[in-house]
C-alpha cells in the first residue's frame, strides 16, 4: 500500500533562507509522485509532480528511488510561499486517480 | 473555464440525520473523486467515480456512499450522521487518469454535526 511522511507538521523559515519540505514514502511499483499546495482561503492545488524535472515558483522536486524520498525545496523563500504543502503520491495503477496525503507541512516565511 | 464547485458551501446537520453533497467537475472532466479532511485525521480518499461508475473506494464505513450522473456531476450522500463526521469535504475532478493529469480540487463543503 501507498504510504507517505511529512515529518514535519511545521516549518518556519525567514524571508530568503533556504527550505526544504521533507517528504519519504512507501510505494508499490513506479511511483507517481505530486506536490500538492493550499494557500490560506484558497483551493488545494497542483504544484508539480515528480516527472516535470521543472520549477514552479522557484521550487524543485528530486525523486530518489534509494532514499525513497521527494522533498521540495526552494532556495530563497518568499513570505508568500506560506501555505500547507502535501506530497501525495497516486495509485496503485488500478486504484484510478486516488491520491494517498499525509499530515502536510505547514511553511511559514517569515519577515 | 469554470472550475469545480461544491454545493452547499456550509451545512449543519444533527446526528442521526443524512445528507447529500453535490459536485460539478469542470466540464469535459469525466473523473471525480471525494475527500474527507479533518484536523486529526488530515485528507482521507472516500471514493472516485469515473463515467458513472465507482472505481475505487477508501477505507470508510458504507453510510458513506456516492454516484455519478451522465454528465459527471457527482454526489455523496453520509446516513446517520455522527458527530465525527465533521469535517471539509472536497470533491477533485480530472480529464483523465495518470501522472500526466491534473486533478482539480473544488474549495469544499463544510459539515458540521451537532
Known amino acids: 500500500a501507498q504510504r507517505v511522511t511529512q515529518p514535519e507538521k511545521l516549518l518556519s523559515v525567514f524571508k530568503g533562507a533556504p527550505v526544504e519540505l521533507k517528504c519519504n514514502y512507501s510505494?508499490?511499483?513506479?511511483?507517481?509522485l505530486f506536490w500538492y499546495v493550499q494557500y490560506s482561503r484558497q483551493r488545494l492545488q497542483l504544484l508539480l509532480r515528480?516527472?516535470s524535472r521543472e520549477s514552479i515558483k522557484g521550487f524543485t522536486a528530486d525523486l530518489n528511488k534509494g532514499e525513497t524520498s521527494f522533498h521540495l525545496k526552494k532556495p530563497f523563500a518568499q513570505e508568500e510561499d506560506s501555505a500547507m504543502y502535501y506530497c501525495?503520491?497516486?495509485?496503485?495503477?488500478?486504484?484510478?486517480?486516488?491520491?494517498?496525503f499525509g499530515g502536510g507541512t505547514r511553511l511559514m516565511v517569515k519577515p | 473555464k469554470a472550475g469545480v464547485t461544491q454545493t452547499p458551501r456550509y451545512l449543519i446537520k444533527t446526528r442521526g440525520q443524512q445528507v447529500t453533497l453535490s459536485c460539478s467537475p469542470i466540464?469535459?472532466?469525466?473523473?471525480v473523486s471525494w475527500y474527507q479532511q479533518t484536523p486529526g485525521q488530515g485528507l482521507q480518499f472516500l471514493f472516485e467515480?469515473?463515467?458513472?461508475?465507482?472505481?475505487n473506494k477508501g477505507n470508510f464505513p458504507g453510510r458513506f456512499s456516492g454516484r455519478q450522473f451522465s454528465n459527471s456531476r457527482s454526489e455523496m450522500n453520509v446516513s446517520t450522521l455522527e458527530l465525527g463526521d465533521s469535517a471539509l469535504y472536497l470533491c477533485?475532478?480530472?480529464?483523465?487518469?495518470?501522472?500526466?493529469?491534473?486533478?482539480?480540487f473544488g474549495p469544499g463543503t463544510r459539515l458540521t454535526v451537532t
Open positions: 477533485a475532478s480530472s480529464s483523465g487518469t495518470g501522472v500526466f493529469y491534473e486533478q482539480y
Open positions: 510505494y508499490s511499483g513506479s511511483p507517481e
Open positions: 515528480h516527472i
Open positions: 501525495p503520491p497516486r495509485g496503485p495503477n488500478n486504484a484510478g486517480n486516488m491520491l494517498t
Open positions: 466540464s469535459g472532466h469525466r473523473s
Open positions: 467515480y469515473f463515467s458513472e461508475t465507482q472505481r
